[in-house]
């Protein structure tokens, strides 16, 4: 495990993942968690966590950056898909609670950090 080759993206991504992770059981519409708020859209934010911790982790663990750069095309496209989903949620339903506020800010967390890990893996 090297932490040195971590970027600021990568890191961000990786806490992103986990506070989304830790906002599903949170209060998000109607006082209801995301487990009984949504179906197909749970499906999306459960992918979205799970490849902002797995961009960090396999990061720190593998030695090739194949892996990496797979993890952080996966997780800027399926979160900033979810982020548009997330959205119009948000602006058609009504009594968004505050897990859903954190839910959008930790999947656009996701999508900045793993955008800025790409980003620093281009050289000029």
Do not use: C, N
């Not at 720190?60 to 997780?75: G, I, L, N, T």
Request: charge should be neutral; charged fraction near 10%; aromatic fraction near 10%.
């Amino acid at each position: 495990m090297t932490l040195r080759k971590l970027t600021v993206g990568e890191i961000l991504a990786g806490l992103a993942g986990a506070l989304l992770v830790a906002a599903l059981f949170a209060p998000w519409f109607g006082g209801d968690s995301a487990f009984s708020a949504f179906t197909v859209v749970l499906v999306l934010l459960v992918i979205v966590a799970l490849l902002g911790i797995v961009l960090l982790l396999t990061t720190a663990f593998q030695r090739s950056q194949a892996y990496p750069v797979a993890a952080e095309v996966f997780a800027f496209a399926f979160s900033a898909v979810t982020l548009v989903v997330l959205l119009l949620e948000l602006l058609l339903r009504d009594e968004p609670g505050w897990g859903a506020w954190v839910g959008l800010a930790a999947v656009l967390g996701v999508a900045a950090g793993s955008w800025a890990a790409m980003k620093a893996h281009v050289r000029p």
